[in-house]
């Protein structure tokens, strides 16, 4: 199990959506997630995009008050969820194309919840590389999400090699510490596979 | 309405954290697979959530949107209102007056329905708690004991089950030692609570919204059972036979001992505190346990294990028949109260970050229990239907 029960625990409770600094925190925190989940339905990142920020446009302007962390993930991924059921019907000839090569997803409350557990699990173990310090996460990232070499991160990054090695290694302990066995075994399956396929460990 | 999830968002997603986490309980995980016999495409997630394909191809794909950007983007946006007081003012007044209008006409209708039917606002009102739970049997039937008659309620491997006139349920073994290991379970709702004795003659309180799963009788070398929620517990001594407690990421292990689990969902930590003899407790996810000593509190989430002296009458008072804060924040003094009232709550604004102390009987009317908070003059509560709103 995440060590921090809660994801959004670093958050206090109840959340003031026009309180800037909370605006912030909570939108870094789920305009990922969000996106992902509409994308389920849009397949379009772009119009994902446009919907899930007009969500936190109108969290803001409506100063919305979250009073813990169920309710606040489960009014956000609702209005998710209507926000892009309200994409599709007023971009309907746009959309109607799409459908008849069959990339429909059915809005159906059991698509509803379980996209919403796709969206939110993957999102947990993200949010656990982004909580590492600045520079372990940057050489993660680079390693794990874009799959660059030691040396192409070095180059890039303008770190020794071996640097870039002890910022990995270090990072990886870190998160080893943070999350359960299972999270870690699955993600550091893709950074050793990477590894040893670099030949660099 | 939803067919397919019987199980709250909540709930699942706690399963799901512990399911990806790897931390659940035997119990936990085959209310899980329950969940996920209910249709394909629950099987599916709970499959896709554990593939370490989709897992990398989610995480790429939630790491590619630019954040920060689109974060700057909306804020530049025109529809995002800067602070303009002139036009706040108004908006709030016109906030208000319909307020006033939505008030007033809702108290006018109000009004007019309680001449007509006074049944219909049933089930929109805060009850107090009590005495209520469900049954469940090895073959999957469900007994509600409020209404289940005094007596036998059913024979379950070797064992009778006994509704007392109390109101408990006693487990009788038989003579024999039985073939197969059968299972119970015991549940509360919300607003409920309940007390049972196991064949062993150890006594189980379960205050609301909790759950025990246990043998109908112990045979073997250890007496083991799983809970949810808060159970108090007054475990008869059997020298050879350790009686062992699984909860949340945690198990302890006692000879005969009485202790208090609260292992609530919501709540950030685990605390097991020990009225009497001694208890072992240890957390799933490491190799590490503490021996706890009358008056003391293991306090467990996740790996962490800590002991700390525990106001153990206020540990207790739940089963004592009141709800005692002793300097407890008021989003906890919430949790307990909804568990118990069996309602929503919401706060409005933020809230003073005082300290609420003070001692009422949980058989109180919800009114009464909020008056009392009320006294503190650091918060104000209004009731409608079953949503508490809190505000200062």
């Known amino acids: 199990m995440v060590k921090n029960q809660d994801d959004v625990q670093s958050l206090s409770y109840p959340l003031n959506m026009g309180d800037e600094r909370i605006f912030d925190q909570v939108f870094r925190m789920y305009y990922a997630p969000l996106c992902d989940f509409s994308e389920r339905y849009l397949h379009s990142k772009d119009d994902a995009e446009e919907t899930i920020g007009k969500l936190f446009v109108n969290l803001w302007n409506n100063k919305e008050v979250f009073s813990d962390p169920d309710q606040t993930r489960a009014y956000l ?76 991160i070095a180059d890039l990054s303008g770190l ?14 870190l998160l080893k510490s943070r999350v359960s066995g299972r999270i870690f075994a699955i993600i550091s399956s893709f950074l050793f596979l990477d590894q040893l396929k670099n030949g660099l460990f | 309405m939803r067919p397919n999830h019987p199980l709250s968002e909540s709930r699942l997603f706690y399963l799901f954290k512990g399911y990806i986490g790897g931390s659940l309980t035997e119990l936990e995980t085959a209310e899980l697979n329950g969940w996920a016999e209910l249709s394909l495409e629950n099987r599916r997630v709970l499959e896709d959530l554990v593939n370490e394909g989709y897992i990398e191809a989610g995480i790429k794909n939630q790491q590619a949107f630019n954040i920060e950007a689109a974060l700057l983007r909306i804020k530049k946006e025109e529809r995002f209102e800067k602070g303009r007081p002139a036009y706040k003012l108004l908006k ?32 929109k ?38 509704k007392t006139k109390e109101g408990q349920v006693v487990y009788v073994p038989g003579e024999d030692v039985p073939d197969a290991i059968v299972y119970n379970t015991i549940a509360t709702p919300r607003g409920g609570e309940y007390e049972l004795t196991l064949s062993d003659g150890s006594r189980v309180w379960l205050n609301a919204a909790s759950s025990i799963r246990y043998p109908t009788v112990f045979t073997g070398d250890k007496r083991s059972v799983e809970i949810t929620g808060e159970v108090y517990l007054e475990v008869a001594k059997m020298k050879n036979m350790p009686f062992i407690v699984s909860s949340k990421g945690q198990q302890v292990e006692v000879l005969g001992t009485h202790f208090n689990i609260n292992a609530y969902s919501d709540e950030p930590l685990t605390k097991t505190t020990l009225l009497e003899g001694r208890v072992k407790v240890s957390v799933s996810q490491a190799h590490h346990s503490v021996l706890l000593s009358p008056n003391q509190q293991a306090l467990s989430s996740g790996q962490e ?88």
């Open chain 2, 125 to 162: 009102v805060i009850h107090t708690g009590g005495n209520n739970a469900i049954l469940t049997l090895a073959s999957g039937e469900t007994i509600a004991l409020n209404s289940a008659k005094n007596g036998r309620v059913a024979i379950q491997g070797n064992a009778v089950v006994n």
């Open chain 1, 77 to 152: 991924y609702r209005s998710a969820y209507n926000g892009s059921l309200n994409t599709i019907r007023s971009n309907k000839r746009r959309f109607k194309r799409e459908h008849a090569y069959g990339m429909d997803t059915e809005f159906t409350e059991e698509s509803f919840l379980n996209n919403m557990l796709r969206s939110e699990m993957i999102a947990m173990i993200s949010r656990e590389i982004d909580r590492l310090p600045e520079h372990y996460a940057n050489v993660i990232r680079m390693s794990y999400v874009e799959g660059l070499k030691n040396e192409e």
């Open chain 2, 305 to 392: 294990l800590k002991v700390a002296t525990a106001n153990v009458e206020e540990v207790v008072a739940w089963k004592n028949g009141y709800f005692r804060f002793n300097n407890d924040d008021i989003y906890s003094v919430m949790r307990k109260l909804s568990r118990w009232y069996d309602f929503e709550f919401v706060f409005d604004g933020s809230l003073p970050n005082e300290g609420y102390n003070g001692t009422i009987s949980r058989y109180k009317n919800i009114n009464q229990v909020l008056a009392m908070l009320e006294y503190s003059n650091a918060v104000h509560f209004k009731i409608e239907g079953r949503r508490v709103i809190v505000m200062r």
């Open chain 2, 92 to 123: 709030y007044i016109t906030i208000a007056a319909s307020l006033f209008l939505v008030c007033f006409l809702g108290f006018y209708f109000y009004q007019k329905k309680v001449d007509t039917s006074s049944v219909s606002t049933a089930g």
């Open chain 1, 160 to 173: 020794s090699v071996q640097t870039v090695k002890n910022y990995k290694n270090k990072g990886m302990n």
